[in-house]
């Protein structure tokens, strides 16, 4: 069972420079997120889609941009990377965004911004 | 809004000895409890999850928690640790009704030794 899957795992860019974070879920979720992760502050939430069609912004949204491009997928663009955004980042999916459902992470992309 | 304090970043225990990983959380609404696990370059997976009913709740792995209302607590316990147990371990928060998000705490580092 695939699950989550996030590409790419790593990746190293200069600072101004954009890319994309892809994500797909085969888990017919109809709810998906992007979080990021950095030291001694756990996992906090970029961006949230509840469903197809629809994206929300989490804590910290600034310098990201998502797209729900359908059920399955649900990517995370840099537009202009800075060295603060270096983390790991995660995407995570759900059945529906009923509280208490179980998230489903997966298993991160390493990014560094020199 | 919700909040959770993980109050130990790391704990350091023998092999066979009992563990407690411990959580606070404040929040003005009723909430569901959960709690992760991330072994080194994973993604999160789910050890176990409040959401009502008995307040000792039994996860994967022989890790149990207890949801104390009073001291707003969800306390992470196993009475004997293995090797395999190191990783660390992701407190999180929902509010009751239709958000879906998680509020995560800070991370504790579970270092189990021989």
């Known amino acids: 069972n695939a699950g989550v899957t996030q590409t790419p795992k790593f990746q190293v860019l200069k600072t101004g420079q954009s890319m994309t974070l892809q994500c797909a879920q085969d888990m017919n979720h109809n709810s998906m997120y992007w979080y990021r992760q950095d030291p001694g502050m756990g996992l906090r939430l970029i961006y949230y889609s509840a469903s197809e069609g629809t994206t929300d912004k989490g804590e910290v949204p600034n310098g990201y941009n998502v797209s729900r491009l359908n059920k399955r997928e649900f990517s995370l663009r840099l537009e202009s990377a800075a060295p603060s955004q270096t983390s790991v980042y995660f995407c995570?999916?759900?059945?529906?965004?009923?509280?208490?459902?179980?998230?489903?992470f997966g298993e991160g992309s390493w990014l560094t911004v020199v | 809004a919700q909040s959770v304090t993980q109050l130990d970043s790391q704990v350091p225990v023998f092999e066979e000895a009992p563990v407690e990983l411990r959580c606070n959380y404040s929040?003005?609404?009723?909430?569901?409890l959960f709690w992760y696990v991330q072994y080194p370059n994973q993604g999160l997976q789910l050890l176990l999850k409040?959401?009502?009913?008995?307040?000792l709740v039994k996860g994967i792995n022989g890790f149990e928690a207890e949801f104390n209302k009073s001291q707003t607590s969800f306390h992470l316990r196993k009475p004997s640790v293995h090797i395999s147990d190191t990783a660390e371990y992701f407190c999180a928060v929902s509010a009751s009704g239709n958000t879906g998000k998680l509020i995560f705490g800070q991370g504790t580092t579970l270092q189990v030794k021989p």
């Open positions: 995570a999916s759900s059945f529906d965004r009923t509280s208490g459902n179980t998230i489903y």
């Open positions: 409040y959401l009502s009913g008995s307040t």
């Open positions: 929040s003005s609404v009723s909430v569901y």
